[in-house]
């Protein structure tokens, strides 16, 4: 028999998978709109719409679930636990296709998201997801992620903050997809994402992750469609909580995080 407490994260995940549908379907009517006016122009537009977004689950949904109901105001702001951002802008590059993977499959490699709320180590799973940690590697040496806002917080259902997105809206990637990999990893049982998880975030499709993921800060239940490549340390678990305790804008559960989360700096490295 289906518990209240079952029904009510089942009704999450399928208002999830609805907002992630609809943000598909309209990123798709924007890069057509963006073709015909670069036929027109004459130019080639070459787009990072590329809707690899998606959040905690799928797109992103835009920078978290703005439509499907009208987000009640939140409830008083909580203290904003965060400090303010490096001085620095945001790149907006973008590549027509995946780099030549290069790691070293064998090796160790790390990832240090130095944020506006605290540093959050992550240990990379490079064996068991080689395009994904070979793209993380490549987008970090560019400094693709750094000064990205981590746009989104969902508190209810499930628990993540994603990141990734260099335009803030959930719509962003960097112009290529990455092949979905690892997906039976021996951490995910009975198709919950345990706590400490980091995973791509995707349209929905397979093979549409980009350059957005998503960090859970407590056990999440989703289906086994988001690559996990790596595992937050215990100081890092520690900036998520933080995060998450400033709740969402919202007040819904699902929304851009009250704390001002900015990665001022990504590196990937190996050991």
Known sequence: ????????????REKFL?????????????????AVIASVLGVIVVGSLALY???????????????E??????????????????????KTQTWKKEPAVTIDKSA?????????????DIALKASAAPHTVNSFSFLAGKGYFDHTKCHRLTTNGIFVLQCGDPTGTGSGGPGYTIPDENLKDASLK????????VAMANTGQPGSGGSQFFLVFEDSQLPPSYTPFGTVSESGMAVLKKIAAAGENTGAGDGAPNATVVIDKATVTKS
């Open 1 to 12: 028999m289906v518990t209240q407490e079952q029904r009510k994260r089942q009704l999450a």
């Open 18 to 34: 609805r907002q992630q549908q609809r943000r598909t379907a309209s990123r798709r009517k924007a890069r057509a709109r963006n």
């Open 53 to 67: 977004t998606t959040g905690v689950l799928k797109d992103d949904d835009k920078a978290n679930a703005s439509a």
């Open 69 to 90: 109901t009208t987000p009640s105001p939140s409830p008083s702001a909580a203290k904003d636990p965060c400090e303010k951002p490096a001085a620095g802008a945001v």
């Open 108 to 120: 160790k490699y790390a990832m240090k998201l130095a944020t506006t709320c605290g540093d959050i």
């Open 190 to 197: 009975a198709n919950v994402y345990p706590a400490g998880t």
